[in-house]
């Protein structure tokens, strides 16, 4: 059974750092793309940022560009997410997701999902 528990999330003040993780278990974990997504209070999911099962690819959404580092430890079996220069819009729910073969900008091509764990920023 595959699971995915993320990890790391809390307040932290605007222009202050955090990092999210996602354990990985029931599944080998380099046979799976991972991405990361999150969901305001009234607003769809959207996409956050990706990464291959190799790590030698990434991918960003336009408004974490160059603050938000995604990573993964095959030791480990974990994904994570380093999320710096936050911004009060970063406020979200954020979940990682899973996905055989080739990472996705979609959340619809993710088959396995986290729980979340609510990142809180303010200003």
């Known amino acids: 059974q595959v699971q995915l528990v993320e990890s790391g999330g809390g307040l932290v003040q605007a222009g202050g750092s955090l990092r999210v993780s996602c354990a990985v278990s029931?599944?080998?974990?380099?046979?799976?793309?991972m991405g990361w997504f999150r969901q305001a209070p009234g607003k769809e999911r959207e996409f956050v940022g990706s990464?291959?099962?190799?790590?030698?690819?990434?991918s960003y959404a336009d408004s974490v560009k160059g603050r938000f580092i995604i990573s993964r430890d095959a030791v480990e079996n974990t994904l994570h997410l380093q999320m710096n220069i936050l911004k009060p819009e970063d406020t979200a729910v954020y979940y990682c997701?899973?996905?055989?073969?080739?990472?996705?900008?979609?959340?619809?091509?993710?088959?396995?999902w986290g729980q979340g764990t609510q990142v809180t920023v303010s200003s």
């Open positions: 990464i291959s099962r190799s790590a030698v690819s990434t």
């Open positions: 029931g599944v080998t974990f380099s046979h799976l793309a």
């Open positions: 997701a899973a996905r055989f073969w080739s990472p996705s900008v979609n959340a619809d091509a993710y088959q396995y």
